[in-house]
């Protein structure tokens, strides 16, 4: 059962049978006795209890923090303002899961304003990678996400999971806000840029005398900006009536249900279980980076809460043997686990273990029992498109007075390189009003493929980077023009399109 909310509209009920006290009228006598005053007819209003139905509305009423009049927060909000439709793409992605943060919040006694911070963060994308490795819907590092029980292997990388990654975001919030001396704009400021820095710089104007309050600290220009734009989104959403903002509205019941599955199973089973397509069961479970849940846990999986009883029913009459298909394999001359892994889509690590082998070395002509994902088990390209795609198919869009492609891309929440390469423009992006721009390519969109913008590092190589964004050295080369010099610089600012789940973190 989900949690009802109930707001009340108008005055105070006044109670029934209240005695009413009357002071008597002054009188010569020494010892007046007043009759008993009929109580009067009492006008009793009952106010009929109001249900909260949107998750936007029960995010609104319970909003607290204070909206700054700072130069910052005006900016950030005449933009959201200016780009309904960034807000539009954020309340559809946000649909399967926003209902689920505002509970884990509520739960906290937490600010119901960090429901917006993955908007923020990601658009609230699961799939978002930036060049510093953060990934996921909140933007978690690996040192964090582990340090707050999140893991990451082969089969499965945890900062995508939006359930495990918003419990691990949140147990970090509260943590920064008792590190940085129980001041949330502190620990919003600190999710971005750490807690060190924010608590040196309170100290840096303790020491000074001068204001500690989040606007006087000397922080990163990032972070300076990310409060602000936190701050002015949550305007925009408490008072989107006044603004004229129309929020896709997002039913106020559970969307989804976590089940635990107790081992690691098959994809395209579990999905035929739950009575659905695999690849809204992947898209609703980013985390997962193959056709079979991890062998070494976590052994739960997302469906959808109208699907929780039935594959939950299902599940329990199903052998625990079946749940993945496994092959009987004849080890060939020049055979390596790792080979055998790479060829069959599994990992050295799992084929050990399922064979109670201690270490590397096989034998030519001894058998070993292989999980292999079944046939249709991978997506085509267009399901992966449909799984998790921004522009689900082409649009178009006339370029209007003041556009440029960052105003453009911002609004539709695609890069500057992508408009380019779509539209074949010349490369200074030069625009002419009335000119019309296609906004997607289906033919080419991968759901966890994105563009990073990668900084050089002292001791870097594009060897070294290749390897770490599992892409080649040659297609470096071609997304940066370095076709005349393979050399590189610290601080030297790199494009990279990656495939999130396929990055060596």
Known sequence: MHKSLYIFIGGMAFLTGCQTLTTPKPTPEPIAIQKPVEPEDTIVKVEKPVEITDVWQRISLQMEMPIDDHKLVNQYRDWYLANPRHLEIVSKRAEPYLHYIVEELEKRDMPIEIALLPIVESSFDPSAYSASAASGLWQLTSPISNHFGVKSDWWYDGRRDVPAATIAALDFLEYLYDRTGENWLYAIAAYNTGEGRVNNAVRRNKAAGKSTEFWALSLPRETQRYVPQLIALSDVIKNADKYGINLTPISNEPHIAIVDIQSQMDLKLAADLADMNINELKSLNPGLDRWATSPDGPHTLVVPYDKKDVFEQKLAQLDPKS???????????????????????????????????????????????????????????????????????????????????????????????????????????????????????????????????????????????????????????????????????????????????????
């Open 323 to 505: 749940k993945l298909n496994w092959h009987r394999y004849k080890i060939q001359s020049g055979d390596t686990v790792s080979h055998i892994a790479k060829r069959f889509d599994t990992s050295p690590s799992f084929i050990r273990s399922s064979n109670n082998l201690k270490n590397n070395n096989i034998r030519a002509g001894r058998y070993l029992i292989i999980p292999v994902p079944p046939e249709g088990a991978d997506l085509t390209t267009d399901e992966l498109l449909a799984q998790n795609q921004l522009t689900p198919k082409a649009m178009t869009y006339t370029v209007k007075s003041g556009d440029s492609l960052w105003v453009i891309a911002r609004q539709f929440d695609v890069s500057v390189d992508a408009l380019i390469r779509w539209n074949r423009l010349p490369k200074n992006g030069a625009l002419s009003i009335g000119k019309v721009l296609t906004i997607g390519s289906p033919t080419s969109s991968n759901a966890t493929e994105r563009t990073v913008n990668y900084k050089v590092r002292s001791g870097d190589s594009l060897a070294r980077i290749a390897n770490r964004f599992n892409v080649s050295v040659d297609d470096l080369i071609k997304w940066n023009k370095l076709h005349n010099t393979k050399y590189i610089q610290p601080g030297q600012m790199l494009r990279l399109v990656v495939d999130v789940s396929k990055v060596n973190a």
